[in-house]
């Protein structure tokens, strides 16, 4: 097995004959404790550090000469720079710089740099605020559009032929030349990539991007359409269809950039050496040159022979026709709209419809006005557009409403569109009540309970949100009208359970909200039960989570009152351990939130009545146990769980001595001790049956932290509620082969030796505890020792019974962790106690069942608290205890 190390050599006998060690506890300081348990303060050295100084970055370089030789040179250079907080204001060149840079070659191009983005500025800001960007879109799509199977690029790759050699050819000779390469490029080699995953394909995507750019960039302009009309013939595969939205954004992207690209080129040839372009331009301010080559892109691209390719090329250049006409963009929209026509694939066709319809909504809605009103249309419109679109034109849908054929479209149906965008964006706050109005004329005229309903329920939102509890109680008061007649109520429920949970959802205040004179009257249309139930559950939660202060508000009461009364009377035999717990939080929250502050008499009645209406739920009887002290001691022994019933005493017990009841909390305390000896075996958790030995050690360990403070009883003795405690322990009925008693007894004599200290380690105000009462009194210790060593003497027995093969390894364990009790709470320098800690420390390692890592570690601790002033006498225990060693 093994031997010991060289040392003193015992018996390794913790008892022959049982004999009587006598305890004495160290004394602990415990401030001084603390103190070496914190961590250690380190003095930050900051230097020459400051927030405000200019930040100083240094390089240093070293360069080796050779190998052999360690010569090396090292340079190091410094920089400063402060940034002035004001430049950052200015964005662009400023006028004044404009006029001086005149004479700079470069000047034209920063003017131009400078305007371009004062272009994009103002192009954004005529969208609005609200106006959510393409690249939003384009994120969402990529992310969600994806795929696992092989994708293919087919790409036609045209020769080089046909290049003008001379700057002399002829114009018409010039376009002849650039229409054959186009067409040479058609029908040339064809370069086919298979077998591609999606990031291939997006990176091959991305490189003809690049491509295009790059081609422009080098005045390569017919490759730079070639590389377009290509991209564009890819939108015409419909092979993985689940990845086809990320293709068109992926290949949109491209057009986007070629049309960019012709648009910037022609309009810097609309500005001379002196001016630019105003930031509104009129196809008057565009000069010939600009003009002939706007138009020249045209001509190419109504040259290409596909039809999608041709689309989705002069679609990308559409923004030119500003250069040539001022309607030319309208004229040209409903012949791209017709070419559609042309596309067979339907998925295809509905895509290029997208890319030609990324316009503002104004544009549309003037459609709509051409059109007749179509109410289809607009409530098309209506739903595919952004909800802040519509709200800041909320006024203009209401008057193309009030306009639409009755028979096409029915009007509510356009109303309940604009509903729902209402109810997710804000309109103009001065339209805002004109918009109810003329809304809520037309809703209140519906005539099928059906129709109203889906109507009201989605302006009821838009009601709570903007108006007080007046038009509120106006639109609940129709509600109730139109949908009590023939108990319509009855299929509506989900409705009518919608506007109850957007009426709570937007009135926190519930004596507001109870002061809405028909939202109980409301309530009453809920006449299944079940139904009604959810919505009492959905009002006390809102309540629970919004309700900040308490109340005795006696509208909240009474109302509340009744909304918990309808829960709890849905409680019977059938309901699930789940809902009741859900039934119980919700109405123990609502007694949380009730107090009538110092008047007692009504707090009291409150409880009284409230224990009454709740009885079927035992958690709310806990809550209100713990609210009202008074009514615990009665009501406690009522319940069902045993521990339940230990717990609540104990925590009653602790309530009642925070609060100076000190009679009260002996009865609670006396009460759980009784009851210990009722403690089952095995106890039902959760619905499964588990044994209750370790539950009970933790209730007496929570019970062992209460009784350090607990002041003795004048006429009861010294520790009287230990002394009967231990009793209680002694009796009880422990499983066979459980060392859960010696447990519970090493926490006995932590407890006893923390009340053998001059000055406990906590108190409760206002409560004076047993250091105050005896300080430090003789009798009082040496009955303190008497009991200590009662404990000590059982627990040594209990050892001594494990002394069979087959509870070996339990006395080791038991040992080392009374021999660390007795290090931590007792007083070493007593000779009979350290030579019993030194037989524990033995038989902590008989037989080989010791934890070799924790015996080390153990040791070490020990010697390190040897150092500290007035432990000293560590250091001589420490040579008496040998670490066993292994062969």
């Keep these: 097995m093994g031997s010991r190390a060289d040392g003193p050599r015992t018996s390794g006998h913790v008892t022959g004959k049982m004999a009587v060690f006598p305890w004495h506890s160290r004394n602990r300081n415990y401030k001084a404790e603390f103190a070496s348990c914190r961590l250690e303060a380190v003095p930050l050295e900051f230097g020459d550090y400051h927030p405000l100084k200019p930040i100083t970055v240094t390089e240093s370089k070293t360069k080796k000469v050779n190998r052999k030789g360690s010569t090396s040179s090292t340079s190091s250079s410094s920089s400063s720079s402060v940034v002035d907080p004001l430049s950052s204001v200015l964005d662009g060149t400023d006028p004044l710089s404009m006029f001086a840079a005149t004479a700079d070659p470069a000047a034209l191009a920063a003017a131009t740099d400078s305007c371009r983005k004062k272009r994009d500025r103002d192009d954004n800001s005529v969208v609005g605020l609200d106006f959510e960007p393409w690249a939003n ?91 377009v009309i290509q991209c564009s013939k890819l939108l015409s595969d419909t092979s993985v269809i689940q990845f086809y939205p990320s293709k068109f954004v992926l290949i949109t992207d491209i057009l986007d950039t070629f049309g960019k690209l012709v648009y910037e080129r022609i309009f810097s040839m609309c500005m001379d050496n002196r001016s630019v372009l105003p930031d509104h331009f009129s196809p008057e301010n565009a000069n010939d040159t600009a003009k002939e080559t706007c138009l020249n892109w045209f001509f190419k691209i109504a040259s290409i022979r596909e039809l999608i390719p041709r689309f989705y090329v002069e679609a990308s250049i559409l923004k030119c ?90 009007k509510h149906l356009l109303f309940r569109s604009l509903g ?60 109730i009208k139109h949908m009590t007649p023939d108990r319509a109520f009855e299929d509506s429920y989900p409705q009518l359970q919608l506007i109850i949970k957007k009426v709570i959802a937007h009135f926190h205040d519930f004596s507001v909200l109870f002061s809405v004179e028909k939202f109980l009257p409301f309530l009453d249309m809920f006449q299944k039960e079940s139904v009604r139930v959810e919505v009492c559950k959905c009002i006390m939660d809102a309540f629970i989570k919004h309700q900040q202060e308490p109340t005795k508000d006696p509208v909240i009461l009474n109302a509340l009152l009744h909304v918990c009364k309808t829960m709890h009377d849905s409680v019977n035999a059938l309901t699930l351990e789940d809902e009741k717990r859900m039934l119980s939080y919700l109405i123990n929250g609502f007694i949380k939130m009730i107090s009538f502050g110092r008047d007692f008499e009504q707090q009291l009645s409150f409880y009284v009545e409230s224990r009454s209406m709740f009885c079927n739920l035992e958690p709310v009887l806990v809550q209100l146990i713990h609210a009202c002290v008074a009514y615990c001691f009665i009501t406690i022994p009522s319940l069902a769980g045993i521990f339940t019933r230990l717990n609540l005493y104990l925590h009653s017990g602790q309530v ?143 050892l001594k019974t494990l002394a069979k093969d087959e509870a070996l390894k339990r006395q080791s364990s038991l040992g080392l962790s009374f021999f660390n009790s007795i290090l931590a709470h007792g007083d070493l320098r007593n000779n009979k106690l350290n030579q019993l800690s030194v037989n524990l420390w033995h038989l902590a390692q008989r037989h080989g069942c010791a934890d070799t890592r924790t015996m080390v570690k153990t040791l070490e601790y020990i010697k390190k608290q040897s150092k500290q002033p007035d432990m000293t006498h560590l250091t001589e225990l420490a040579l008496r205890l040998p670490l066993q060693t292994r062969t």
């Design 137 to 227: 879109k384009r994120g969402e799509i990529l992310a969600r559009y994806t795929t696992t199977e092989k994708l293919s690029i087919n790409l036609f790759m045209g020769s080089e032929k046909g290049k003008a050699g001379t700057a002399t050819l002829a114009m018409s000779e010039k376009v002849r030349t650039r229409l054959e390469e186009l067409d040479d490029f058609e029908e040339g080699s064809q370069k086919e990539l298979l077998n591609l995953t999606q990031q291939d394909y997006v990176n091959r995507i991305e490189e003809l991007n690049q491509s295009l750019k790059d081609a422009w960039a080098s005045d390569q302009k017919v490759k730079a359409l070639k590389i």
């Design 321 to 410: 026709n500003k250069f040539l006409s001022k309607t030319g963009i309208s004229e040209c929209l409903p012949r791209l709209t017709c070419m559609i026509r042309g596309i067979g694939d339907p998925l295809v066709s509905v895509y290029a419809r997208a890319y030609l319809c990324r316009a503002l909504l104004t544009e549309m809605m003037e459609r709509c006005k051409k059109l007749g009103n179509n109410a289809l249309l607009l409530n098309s419109v209506m739903s595919a557009f952004r909800a802040e679109f519509i709200a800041t034109r909320s006024m203009d849908f209401i008057g193309m409403i009030k306009e639409c054929d009755e028979s096409g479209f029915p």
């Design 420 to 479: 729902l965008n209402l109810a997710l964006a804000d309109p103009p706050e001065s339209d805002r009540l004109q918009i109810l109005n003329e809304a809520w004329k037309v809703i209140t005229k519906l005539k099928n309970p059906q129709d109203y309903i889906n109507c009201a329920e989605v302006w009821v939102e838009y009601t709570c949100k903007h108006f007080t509890k007046r038009e509120v109680n106006t639109v609940l008061a129709d509600v």
């Design 656 to 798: 009642a001595l925070a609060n100076q009841c000190l009679s009260q909390a002996d009865a609670f305390f006396k009460a759980a001790i009784s009851l210990i000896p009722e403690v089952p075996k095995m106890i039902n958790i959760d619905g499964k049956m588990r044994p209750s030995e370790s539950f009970l050690l933790e209730f007496l360990c929570n019970f062992f932290s209460t009784l350090l403070i607990v002041p003795d009883h004048p006429e009861h003795g010294v520790l009287f509620l230990v002394r009967e405690l231990l009793n209680v322990i002694q009796d009880y009925t422990w499983e066979d082969n459980s060392d859960e008693k010696i447990r519970i007894y090493t926490c006995v004599l932590h407890l006893l030796s923390a009340m053998s200290q001059e000055t406990y380690l906590y108190h409760i105000d206002k409560v004076d505890s047993n250091d105050s009462l005896y300080g430090g009194d003789s009798k009082f210790l040496a009955e303190n020792n008497k009991l200590c060593e009662t404990v000590m003497a059982q627990i040594l027995e209990h």
